[in-house]
């Protein structure tokens, strides 16, 4: 069964989603096979349908309508699907061979069926299946341009009325209504298809207004009606490639619908890919549109993003820089955007400038985007000016007394040569902190942390003894000391050890067989195994009922 094999499921799922499928195996029913196809139902929060695609270009892949299949993922209910043919091995062969020979004698039937036949075959299907019927009407009536027939049948189809109960469509009827708009895309692209691209136009803009109108009155969780958004985006797009419309009409219209005019957070259109139709009298009165919305509002997120498009399209590195810097964040992110816009044109010297301001500007050094200190810092190392690394570094610990604010001065320090003198300072402030824990928000637990991090284990014992520490600052403390101090390690060992022995849970007993473990060591160092025996004899007797414990402990060795 090349293809579909446990690992394949395993990869393409992961490991968390190929556990979760195991609880799923019961819930899947009414199997088809097809040649190169499996198709199911998975029962889950609702029921579910699931396809794996055997033999596809990039092998095994899969699609299920759940809201995590939805999103791409390979979800626990197409390994569920996966796992329950692999179960039966010897079937699968000969079902996807029975699949070829239905296709092929369906085939060879329609093909030997007169103009006539074919033709009642398809009216007593049309009889049959209302959906099929008013697909078909809807197809028949965009071919031949009968724009009356298909807007009047487009707005049924994104009617949410006959879905909506007290005028709102239910997470449990969004499918069924999402099912049923979806059919408006393929209509708008029948119209283009049959010549009618102008009234295509037209009506995709119509269909994105209801669409817009509707969602507001839709549990859309899963996303569908985004995904028949994006679908008129590109009916639309398509059309006006066919019909070429005016291009100054057209600018008018892209820009007011990005700019909120017609914006419904569904057709996320970008104007840029009408570059070819719109042509440079077109792309003219779009930019001009977009410089005057900016102007008006250089803060709207729509008018900057409108305006940064067409700057980048134009290789305009200073339109963007002045998008950019008419709203500058005052945690210097848009700094580090501009210095990175800037960077990409190769104008290095600005591009520093910038990012030195974003520090300089910030309002709160603690609240400054780390992202831009390590950028500037990274800059200042390639240009050798490691001394500024350090200052920059410095004073980012000085406002942000973190762990990681401390590493990355040691590192900056380091490459400078000047990591004693940085690292005294460094830890007076943090023992300022901590002799002041209520003033400070910082406190002893970073200076513990930092001299931990540093390998100054007595320093650290002694910190976490005089400011206090964590019981996880001591487990470290413990086991760094515990070659050469192995009797106050074994202390602390003991004391995180005694509650645990009072709990329960697999989890628990892990911990508390770790710490024994690290006790046995401590009395091996000092000599005193037959304390370590008492003990662990005294912990067997009263928590002999907890067979898992035991069962633990013996697998240690303990």
Same mark, same amino acid.
């Given at each position: 069964?090349?293809?579909?094999?446990?690992?394949?499921?395993?990869?393409?799922?992961?490991?968390?989603?190929?556990?979760?499928?195991?609880?799923?195996?019961?819930?899947?029913?009414?199997?088809?096979?097809?040649?190169?196809?499996?198709?199911?139902?998975?029962?889950?929060?609702?029921?579910?349908?699931?396809?794996?695609?055997?033999?596809?270009?990039?092998?095994?892949?899969?699609?299920?309508?759940?809201?995590?299949?939805?999103?791409?993922?390979?979800?626990?209910?197409?390994?569920?699907?996966?796992?329950?043919?692999?179960?039966?091995?010897?079937?699968?062969?000969?079902?996807?061979?029975?699949?070829?020979?239905?296709? #092929?004698?369906? !085939?060879?039937?329609?093909? %030997?069926?007169?103009?006539?036949? &074919? *033709? /009642?075959?398809?009216? =007593?299907? +049309? @009889?049959?299946?209302?959906?099929?019927?008013?697909?078909?009407?809807?197809?028949?009536?965009?071919?031949?341009?009968?724009?009356?027939?298909?807007?009047?049948?487009?707005?049924?189809?994104?009617?949410?009325?006959?879905?909506?109960?007290?005028?709102?469509?239910?997470?449990?009827?969004?499918?069924?209504?999402?099912?049923?708009?979806?059919?408006?895309?393929?209509?708008?692209?029948?119209?283009?298809?049959?010549? #009618?691209?102008? !009234?295509?136009?037209?009506? %995709?803009?119509?269909?994105?207004? &209801? *669409? /817009?109108?509707?969602? =507001?009155? +839709? @549990?859309?969780?899963?996303?569908?009606?985004?995904?028949?958004?994006?679908?008129?985006?590109?009916?639309?797009?398509?059309?006006?490639?066919?019909?070429?419309?005016?291009?100054?009409?057209?600018?008018?219209?892209?820009?007011?619908?990005?700019?909120?005019?017609?914006?419904?957070?569904?057709?996320?259109?970008?104007?840029?890919?009408?570059?070819?139709?719109?042509?440079?009298?077109?792309?003219?009165?779009?930019? #001009?549109?977009?410089?005057?919305?900016?102007?008006?509002?250089?803060?709207?997120?729509?008018?900057?993003?409108?305006? =940064?498009?067409?700057?980048?399209?134009?290789?305009?590195?200073?339109?963007?820089?002045?998008?950019?810097?008419?709203?500058?964040?005052?945690?210097?992110?848009?700094?580090?955007?501009?210095?990175?816009?800037?960077?990409?044109?190769?104008?290095?010297?600005?591009?520093?400038?910038?990012?030195?301001?974003?520090?300089?500007?910030?309002?709160?050094?603690?609240?400054?985007?780390?992202?831009?200190?390590?950028?500037?810092?990274?800059?200042?190392?390639?240009?050798?000016?490691?001394?500024?690394?350090?200052?920059?570094?410095?004073?980012?610990?000085?406002?942000?007394?973190?762990?990681?604010?401390?590493?990355?001065?040691?590192?900056?320090?380091?490459?400078?040569?000047?990591?004693?003198?940085?690292?005294?300072?460094?830890?007076?402030?943090?023992?300022?902190?901590?002799?002041?824990?209520?003033?400070?928000?910082?406190?002893?637990?970073?200076?513990?942390?930092?001299?931990?991090?540093?390998?100054?284990?007595?320093?650290?014992?002694?910190?976490?003894?005089?400011?206090?520490?964590?019981?996880?600052?001591?487990?470290?403390?413990?086991?760094?000391?515990?070659?050469?101090?192995?009797?106050?390690?074994?202390?602390?060992?003991?004391?995180?050890?005694?509650?645990?022995?009072?709990?329960?849970?697999?989890?628990?007993?892990?911990?508390?067989?770790?710490?024994?473990?690290?006790?046995?060591?401590?009395?091996?160092?000092?000599?005193?195994?037959?304390?370590?025996?008492?003990?662990?004899?005294?912990?067997?007797?009263?928590?002999?009922?907890?067979?898992?414990?035991?069962?633990?402990?013996?697998?240690?060795?303990?």
């Amino acid at each position: 069964m090349r293809g579909l094999t446990e690992t394949d499921l395993r990869t393409l799922a992961g490991a968390r989603s190929f556990e979760r499928a195991l609880g799923y195996l019961d819930a899947v029913s009414g199997i088809e096979v097809g040649d190169g196809w499996i198709t199911a139902r998975v029962q889950g929060t609702e029921r579910y349908e699931v396809e794996l695609t055997l033999d596809g270009p990039r092998g095994l892949s899969g699609a299920c309508d759940c809201p995590y299949g939805l999103e791409g993922n390979f979800c626990k209910h197409l390994v569920a699907l996966g796992l329950t043919v692999l179960a039966r091995p010897e079937s699968l062969p000969r079902q996807r061979k029975a699949a070829r020979e239905r296709a #092929r004698d369906l !085939d060879g039937w329609l093909s %030997a069926l007169s103009k006539d036949e &074919l *033709l /009642a075959l398809l009216r =007593e299907q +049309v @009889d049959e299946d209302r959906q099929v019927r008013r697909r078909l009407e809807l197809r028949a009536a965009s071919a031949r341009g009968d724009l009356t027939t298909v807007r009047s049948r487009i707005r049924d189809l994104l009617d949410i009325g006959p879905f909506a109960q007290y005028g709102y469509v239910e997470y449990a009827d969004a499918r069924a209504y999402a099912d049923q708009a979806r059919q408006a895309v393929s209509a708008i692209g029948a119209l283009t298809g049959s010549g #009618r691209a102008a !009234d295509a136009i037209t009506l %995709a803009r119509e269909a994105m207004r &209801l *669409l /817009a109108e509707a969602v =507001e009155s +839709v @549990d859309d969780t899963d996303g569908r009606l985004g995904q028949i958004g994006a679908g008129l985006a590109d009916a639309h797009l398509d059309a006006c490639r066919a019909a070429h419309p005016d291009p100054e009409e057209l600018a008018h219209w892209l820009a007011g619908h990005v700019l909120g005019d017609a914006d419904d957070g569904l057709t996320d259109i970008d104007p840029l890919d009408y570059d070819d139709v719109l042509g440079e009298e077109g792309m003219a009165v779009l930019r #001009r549109l977009a410089v005057e919305a900016w102007r008006r509002n250089r803060r709207g997120w729509a008018e900057k993003y409108l305006m =940064e498009r067409l700057a980048e399209a134009g290789g305009d590195v200073d339109a963007v820089i002045a998008v950019h810097a008419a709203d500058l964040a005052p945690n210097g992110h848009t700094h580090l955007v501009i210095a990175r816009e800037l960077e990409a044109a190769r104008r290095f010297d600005e591009a520093l400038e910038w990012a030195e301001r974003g520090i300089r500007d910030a309002r709160d050094l603690s609240a400054v985007d780390t992202a831009l200190v390590d950028h500037l810092c990274d800059r200042y190392a390639r240009a050798g000016r490691t001394a500024d690394a350090v200052a920059v570094r410095r004073d980012h610990f000085g406002a942000r007394r973190s762990l990681l604010a401390y590493q990355q001065l040691r590192a900056a320090a380091r490459a400078a040569d000047s990591w004693p003198a940085e690292r005294e300072g460094a830890l007076a402030l943090l023992r300022a902190d901590a002799e002041r824990p209520r003033q400070s928000r910082y406190g002893g637990p970073v200076l513990v942390d930092a001299l931990l991090d540093d390998k100054d284990v007595d320093a650290a014992w002694q910190a976490a003894t005089g400011t206090g520490a964590s019981d996880q600052q001591w487990l470290a403390l413990a086991d760094q000391a515990r070659a050469a101090r192995p009797a106050d390690a074994l202390g602390v060992y003991l004391r995180l050890a005694e509650p645990l022995t009072e709990e329960t849970g697999n989890k628990v007993y892990e911990r508390l067989v770790g710490l024994l473990l690290s006790i046995r060591d401590c009395h091996r160092r000092l000599g005193t195994e037959d304390e370590f025996t008492a003990y662990l004899t005294a912990l067997r007797t009263t928590r002999k009922r907890k067979r898992n414990l035991m069962r633990l402990m013996d697998e240690h060795g303990l």
